[in-house]
Each structure stands twice: as C-alpha cells, then as structure tokens.
C-alpha cells in the first residue's frame, strides 16, 4: 500500500508512437487488445494524430494506394475489405478498457514500448539466479522503431523474419495492435498485406491437418481470392505470429518434414514451421512475439532480428501515458447514480500530482516501467477519484488485472499438465507474499524467494516449470530493492499486490500446515477402511456374537470429522489475524485504507506512525479487503477463467469463520477510519446479506472528520443504505461532504434519528437536497445539526419548505450558518408551519436587535418550541435585556437563551454555549467570538454587581473564570 522504497532503473531506451496507449501484454488473444473508432469510419484518416520518433507512420502512402502486386480491382477491394475487419476487429475494447471514457480511440497519442535489440549471444546467456536482478547500464545501439524492425542489418542482410520477446506486462499485445492497425490506417506502407495469426488459436486447433491458404481463408473471408497470389507478394507480405509460447514447434526433419506448397494440409504448428524456415513462401516477412522462455523454440539461424521489448523507458512515457488515460472525459455514470463526473480542473490536478511522485519517488517510477502497471495505477486512481460503475471495487480492479495479463495464459505449453500461470504464481509468489503478511515484512530476501519458489520441487519437470516462471513471469512480481538498508533483498513491483496474492494464496486453500497435509489423506483413508471394515463385521456379528467390534470400527469413521475441526481451527485463526489487521490502529492519525491508497500513489504525506511503534513495523490494511473481494461471486468468476478457482466449501468455511470474528470484534466502538475500512470490507465482499448480518448491531455511524470523497459515499451507502433498522446517529461533521454526496448517502440519512453535518461547507444547494429529505415519507430525522456551513438565508428559504411538510424533526442546529436579518425574518415568518420543532438554535448569525426580537416572538407562540439559542449575535446590550424581559415573562411559550446570564443569575444554558465556543474554536473568526466574549464578561460583572446572593455570586465568579480563560486561549488581538 505504500511506495516509499526506492528502486533502481533498468536501461530501457525511449521510443514515441501515437496510437492510445492500453497497458502492455494486458491478454492473450488478439481481439482483446483493441481501440474503439467512435464513430468513424474504419479506414478514415486520424483526427489528431502526432508523429513521435518511434512511429511506424513515418511515412505514409497516398490513400488508396496498394503498391504493384494488388493492382486490379477485385484484389485492391479484397484488402480494403480486409483492412476494414481487421480494424472493426482490433478496435474492440475489453470491459475494463471502457471504464476510462468513451473518446479513447485510436486517433489519440499512443506510448510505444521501447525495443531493444539484442544478439543470439545475449539469448544464449544464462539468466540471473532470481531473473530480477538489474542488467548493467551498457552502451548500445539506440531503441528500435517499428518502422525499424525489418530494416537490414548492421553487416546490410535483408531480415526477413523478427522474434519481440518480453517478459508479462511489457507490452507485447499493445505493440502488435498497434502495428495492425498502423497498417489498416495506410501508415505502414512497407507492406501491401498483413495477416495476423494467434497462436492460441492455432494452438487450439491441435493435430488437425490444414493448409496455410485454409488457415488465412478461415479466419479472413475476404482473402480468399487473392491466395494465389501470396506467393508472389515477395516481402511486402507481413504474417504476425503472436504468442509463440502456445505452439509446441519441432524445427527437427524427422519431427516437421518439408512443405513448400501453401496448399498442402498438415498440422498447423508445422505449416508454422515450414514458415519460419523459410521453406514456405521464402520471400514472406514475419514478426514474431514470445515470451523469453520460448525464444529458443525458434532456431536462431531462421531468425534476422531479435528485439526485447523493454515498456516504458523513463517518467516523461509514463507521464504521457497517465495524461491520455486520467484526462479522458466519464463514462457518464455517477457515483451511487447520482450522475456526478470529475472536472476537467480536477482531472488536472490528479494529472500534476503523479507526474510530481514519478519526478521524485523512485519505486513508483520503477513499478511503471511495465506498461501494464501504469494501467493498474491508472485504474486504481480513476476508482478512488472518478465516478465508480456499478459494482466495480478495488479487488475487482486487481483481479482483472491479472486477467488482462494472465488469462488464459499457460505456464509451459510443451508440458503436459498444461499448469495456468496464474495458478502457478498464485501458488508459489502467494505463499511468499502470505509469509511476508503473517511477519509483517515487505522486504525478502534471496532465501526468502528462492524457499518459496523451490517448495516442494523433486522432479525434473518440476523444475522446468520453475525455470519457465523464472524467465517469464517473476520480474513482473518481485524487483530488486536498492533502499539503504537493505540492499540484496526483493520486494513486491507494487506495495498492494503482496496483499493481494497473500489473500488469493488463503481463499484459494493452498496454506496447509503438515498437520493439515497429512492428516487429510490418513482422515480419508481411515474413514474408508471404517466404512468397509464395518460393512463387513455387520454381516458377520448376525451369524457370530462379536458386536463389540462394529462399535470399535465405527469411531474410525469420526477421523474425517475431527480433521475437519483442525481444518476449522486454522481458517478461525487466519480470520482472527485479517480481523485484528482491519481493525488495528497503527498512528496518531491513522487514515483510512482509501486515503492511504491515493496517498501512497499521489505522492501525499501519509499517516504518521505512533512513537512508541517500531519503525519497520508495517501494516497490511487491504490484505482483509482482498481476502473479502476474492470471496464475491464476481471475483471468484474471474478466477476460475485464469484457473484458480475457489472451491464452494473453501468459500463458505472462510466466510462462515470471517463472520464469526466480526460478530465479535465488530461490535465494539471504532473511530471513525476503522469503521469506514469496516464497511469498505464489506463492499469489496459484497454480500448483502452476509453485510445485513453482521452489521445489524450497528447503531451509530460515526465517521466525523472522514473525507467523505465519491467514493466513501457509494461503499457507505451501497452497505448500509438496503438496512431496514434505524440509525440512532449519522455523524457526518467535517467530511466535505458536497450535495452530490448527500444525494448519494440519502438511503442511509433516512434511517437516521441524529443527523450531524456540521462543518461541510454546504450551501443553498445543499439545501435543496435536505429538503427533499426531510419531505421524504421514510424519513426518521429528529436531530439534525447544520452548524458552520454557510447556509444563507436563501438555504433556509428551502429548508422551510422541507420543515412545512416534516414530522419527525424536533431539534434544528443552524448555528453559524450566515442567516443575518433576512435569515432569521424568514423562520420568524415562517415557523408556524411546523408543528413538531422543540429546540431551534440560531445563534453566531449576525443577526441584529429587531430580527431576534421578531423570532423570539414566534418562538413564543410556537405550540410545540421549547427552546431558542439567540447568543452570539449582534446584539445590543439593550436588545439582549429585552430577550430576558422576554424569557421571563409569564405565560409560557420557548425560552430564549441570549447570554450567560438570566436576570442576575448564570442561565442554566451557559455550559452548552462555552462547550460550543470550545468545539469551534478553530473554525470561527478568533476576533469575533473575542469580542462576543467580552460582551458575555460584561454582562456577568453586571449580574454579579446587581444581586446580593452569595450563592449566584459565586456561580457568576466561576463562569467569569471559565469565560476568561476562553479568552486567553484566543490570545491577543489581531493574533
């Protein structure tokens, strides 16, 4: 959660391009690594499209031009034909790509990852032990275009064929549809046809014979009349294999014989072969992309040019490729409905605020040298600042993720298990992550990591899935950390994700003691022989007295539920430990979790740590939110479709165990932080019924001095606003809260009895929105306090309209709300229309003589008002006795409370106007209370000069001191 370690720079090189920039290798088929063209047409020409060293448009042809090859009619119409699927085909957004604003498109500035070209001798070399340890900043040759990739060599030979390899996350799928769709746009005009192959695909097909001109007519309807002649079109014909690593190639004569007809059947990975060999169409160009451990499948002697991709080379890419995303208009959807977007000012500062962290914090910097982190972060900064689609939740945001990047993604697929990567990792970075959890540390060292990558490997091929995951997928986890301190060890890419896999290695069932190991196997193998054993005995005690024995056999078949209990046990315990986590308060000012997120990502000081702690104590406040995230059905969903999936009774175990620890530690007073991480745990489980059961003892919703942004306000409503019981207090003070927020709170301020918004700086818009809640049939407010937000009088205009028709509201706070004369002449005309009001407080509203007066006498003749606050206003030393004439009159009607003192007595009052003058210290203009309170001291030398009871002499003494003492905590004038 936090990125304040710093970590050191690969050497990655620099490169522009200019299609929108998706997160690199984001997943595995080519249709969904795609761009919308809202629109327009397929082939139109971009609208803004700016040239950036790096581009494969360097040099684009005249519209409609197709070179000499395909220059008859039906042949140029076949590819434009084709040149249009292909873009509707590759424009196609995945769900969690539209999140970011329907203008996203293609003509938009897109940040190319950066190529590095490498030699044979560098493939050849064997890796680093960890396969994360940096390389050294050597000099070479400047990153490569794609313009570039079949340039000829340094020694001037034509390179036909290019292998792109990178490890998960740098950018693979993004580069290929941006080079397809370079040339659907006319902008890669070294090549008149391009066919794109996934080799996933091809993978799916198996053994079945099929010729290279079925495999291209299957998949692209349109080319089938210019087949023949493919084998003409020399190198301006571009086939782009993406995915290598899926296809099990065999480059052996006795595994792959020759083919040289394109029209000849035989199993696609052979025709693959015969392809890469350059034994079929010889003239063809291809580029290939693979991850590193499957380079090596293609013999480097058919190979031109190898480029690694590298991501992004430095802040100024990152910074462009946050620019795109975050500066891109909402979807339209509002937070809980309520239809409210981000401006583009806000989306500005959002902007500066993480180019300012990438300037100055290393490991930030470093995490988005990955394209795909970039996408994380992006993802994770439009959930806490933009609108939130229906649904969407921080977990669900991780885990599609690690779809983007992992789905369907095998781990090695010339070994027969066909193990899931993700699985893989899950397993294997999981317990890493959860040992790292369970010892509060984020720091690993080299044992560390290679314990968890070795558990358990006996076999050969065991330790070739290793290796695999090593070359692959291990940087995209673990990155060395160069922090004074402690260099050698390894830490998380990013902070969060430790969490995350920590939780997804215990939803998923992979932590088990020895205990647990064994114990399950002998549970069930006993249990089986009991039953046996006991089938048998029973047919022989009905012929030979021995019914002893059954009984004794019988008790065998108890093993599998006593190691169901120990099974219990543990799952408590860990439910023990996340609840503890959720619920532990680790600073003096301990932010929430969301806070703390955009803290660590924006660069903002976060929450300071508590003196007595230790400072390497660290603290994992969203691995109990991941751990309820995964267990939804959604997340679960997903899971299973990168194969981890969570089994039912695993599911309803940990939840039944999370339950049970809730129910008890959940029912204890949390400040305001925690509670809000408690129901933020919820909406990651979302469950409602699991969140009605256990939060069904909550009464009271404390979360004063809380940022209530969008966001908060949607996790509180959608767990508490479908409740059915009442609220006894909502104690929203000092949330800056604005009235979209109180629109999308209004299901849980209806089951509200107390309702405290004071300090918010709400206006008369506000208003507009507390009047229809107070209007509201459901609406159960008795108290509602609105004290220092700058109401006006045109806000009470409509509050008066919500109190006429209200009939359940008896005590009002509008104290320091800016009501003056005109305020306070409304309500005194207006009053009568409510018949429930008890106690009224309008003080602090610089209201003058005539306007109180006027009140005052509305408030008397109130049926139902018992109390009116009128202190601290501008009022007159006479307009204040006239009040007291007033209160003290006979025949009953509101007390009006104006000052300290009630004739020559201490009003009986004077402790709740101190207590408010304390609680607002802060906030009010220090010279105006200064000067309220010495006019309060005047009048109390007054009473206590006209009486000769020493008792009231001594009450007016004591409350000249606590006055005094106010004013000396002001301090001076003008300080």
């Known amino acids: 959660m936090r990125w304040g370690r710093h970590l050191p720079r690969a050497y990655w090189g620099s490169g522009l391009g200019r299609s929108p920039p998706p997160p690199g290798d984001c997943t595995s088929s080519l249709v969904r690594r795609s761009w919308p063209l809202k629109g327009e047409h397929p082939l139109a020409p971009p609208r803004a499209f700016a040239r950036h060293r790096g581009s494969s448009a360097d040099s684009a042809p005249p519209p409609g031009r197709h070179g000499q090859l395909f220059r008859s009619v039906s042949a140029a119409e076949a590819i434009q034909r084709h040149r249009r699927n292909l873009a509707e085909w590759f424009s196609r957004l995945p769900r969690e790509e539209r999140q970011f604003g329907p203008t996203f498109a293609l003509d938009t500035v897109h940040v190319d990852p950066v190529i590095r070209e490498s030699t044979p001798d560098e493939l050849l070399r064997p890796p680093a032990e960890l396969a994360v340890e940096q390389q050294p900043l050597l000099p070479g040759p400047p990153p490569l275009a794609l313009s570039q990739l079949f340039e000829p060599d340094a020694c001037g030979r034509r390179v036909q064929t290019v292998v792109l390899y990178g490890t998960v996350g740098t950018g693979k799928s993004t580069l290929v549809r941006k080079m397809v769709l370079d040339w659907c746009y006319g902008r890669l005009p070294a090549f008149e046809l391009l066919i794109p192959f996934s080799c996933e695909d091809l993978s799916s097909l198996g053994p079945a014979p099929a010729s290279l001109c079925q495999l291209v007519a299957q998949r692209y309807a349109p080319l089938k009349e210019i087949l023949p002649l493919m084998a003409a079109a020399g190198s301006r014909l571009l086939f782009v294999l993406h995915g290598l690593e899926r296809l099990n190639l065999d480059f052996r004569l006795a595994g792959t014989g020759l083919c040289s007809d394109p029209q000849e059947p035989g199993a696609p990975a052979a025709v693959i072969v015969n392809l890469l060999r350059k034994y079929m169409l010889p003239e063809a160009s291809i580029l290939v992309t693979t991850r590193p451990s499957a380079v090596g499948r293609i013999p480097s002697k058919y190979v031109g040019r190898y480029g690694e991709i590298c991501g992004f080379s430095d802040t100024n890419l990152q910074k462009l490729y946050f620019q795109l995303r975050l500066n891109q208009p909402d979807c339209g959807h509002g937070a809980g409905g309520a239809g409210v977007s981000a401006t583009p000012t806000q989306r500005d500062n959002l902007v500066q605020m993480l180019s300012r962290n990438l300037e100055g914090h290393h490991q930030i910097a470093a995490a988005c040298f990955l394209p795909s982190y970039c ?70 060292s080299e044992e560390d990591v290679r314990g968890c990558l070795e558990a358990g490997i006996r076999t050969e091929e065991e330790f070739q899935l290793l290796h695999v995951f090593r070359r692959d997928a291990l940087r995209f986890f673990l990155a060395p950390c160069v922090e004074p301190g402690h260099l050698g060890s390894f830490v998380f890419t990013v902070p969060a994700m430790q969490e995350y896999l920590a939780a997804l290695y215990i939803v998923l069932g992979l932590r088990k003691t020895t205990l647990q190991r064994v114990g399950k196997e002998v549970a069930e193998l006993v249990g089986r022989v009991g039953e046996d054993v006991s089938l048998v005995l029973g047919i022989v005690t009905k012929l030979l007295p021995l019914r002893i ?367 408010e003058v304390q609680r607002n210290l802060n906030s009010w203009d220090r010279a105006r209370v200064r000067r309220h309170l010495e006019l309060l001291l005047r009048d109390l030398e007054d009473s206590r000069g006209a009486t000769l009871n020493p008792w009231r002499k001594a009450q007016l003494l004591r409350v000249q001191g606590e006055v005094r003492a106010l004013v000396e905590q002001l301090g001076a004038p003008g300080s």
């Open 549 to 915: 024995l059954p009984v004794l056999f019988n008790l065998l078949k108890v093993a599998p539920r006593v190691f169901g209990r120990v099974v219990g046990k543990s799952r408590e315990a860990v439910a023990q430990a996340m609840v503890l986590e959720m619920f532990r308060e680790e600073d003096y000012h301990n932010d929430d979790v969301l806070d703390q997120m955009g803290a660590s990502i924006l660069g903002v000081e976060g929450p300071r740590r508590h003196p007595d702690e230790p400072p390497e104590d660290e603290v994992f406040e969203l691995f109990p939110m991941f751990m309820g995230g995964l267990l939804s059905a959604h997340n679960r969903l997903v899971l299973a479709q990168l194969g981890c999936p969570i089994k039912n009774m695993d599911a309803l175990e940990n939840t039944q165990a999370i339950k049970k620890k809730l129910d008890k530690l959940g029912r204890q007073p949390l400040p305001p932080s925690e509670l809000l991480d408690h129901l933020f745990f919820h909406y990651e489980f979302q469950n409602q019924r699991f969140s009605a059961e256990v939060l069904s003892s909550l009464r009271q919703l404390h979360l004063a001095g809380v940022r209530m942004t969008p966001l908060k306000c949607t996790v509180v409503a959608a767990v508490l606003g479908s409740g059915r019981h009442a609220l006894d207090e909502v104690n929203l003070a000092s949330c800056q809260l604005d009235p979209a927020g109180l629109r999308t709170l209004r299901p849980v301020l209806l089951r509200a009895r107390k309702l405290g918004l004071q300090l918010n700086s709400l206006g008369p818009d506000a208003c507009r929105d507390l009047r229809d809640l107070l209007l509201d049939e459901q609406c159960q407010i008795s108290t509602l306090r609105l004290s220092n937000n700058p109401l006006t009088a045109a806000g009470v205009a409509l509050l008066m309209e919500g109190l006429a028709g209200n009939t359940s509201l008896t005590h009002l706070s509008l104290l320091h709300t800016g009501l003056g004369d005109e305020g306070l002449e409304l309500l005194a005309a207006q009053l009568d229309r409510n018949q429930q009001l008890q106690e009224l407080n309008v003080a602090y509203n610089g209201a003058g003589d005539t306007a109180a007066l006027a009140l005052a006498k509305a408030a008397r003749e109130h049926p139902s008002l018992e109390l009116l606050h009128l202190y601290f206003n501008e009022l007159s030393s006479e307009g204040r006795q006239v009040l007291r004439d007033l209160g003290a009159a006979a025949g009953g009607g509101a007390r009006v409370v104006a000052s300290l003192t009630e004739g020559t007595a201490v009003s009986e009052y004077w402790s709740v106007i101190l207590s």
């Open 375 to 444: 996408w994380l972060v992006c993802a994770t900064l439009h959930f806490l600042h933009a609108p939130t689609p229906p649904g969407q939740t921080l977990t669900s945001i991780y885990t599609s993720f690690l779809r983007l990047n992992f789905s369907g993604e095998t781990l090695d697929s010339t070994d027969p298990s066909n193990l899931s990567l993700m699985a893989y990792a899950a397993r294997t970075m999981g317990k890493l992550a959860y040992e790292g959890v369970s010892s509060r540390k984020t720091y690993f």
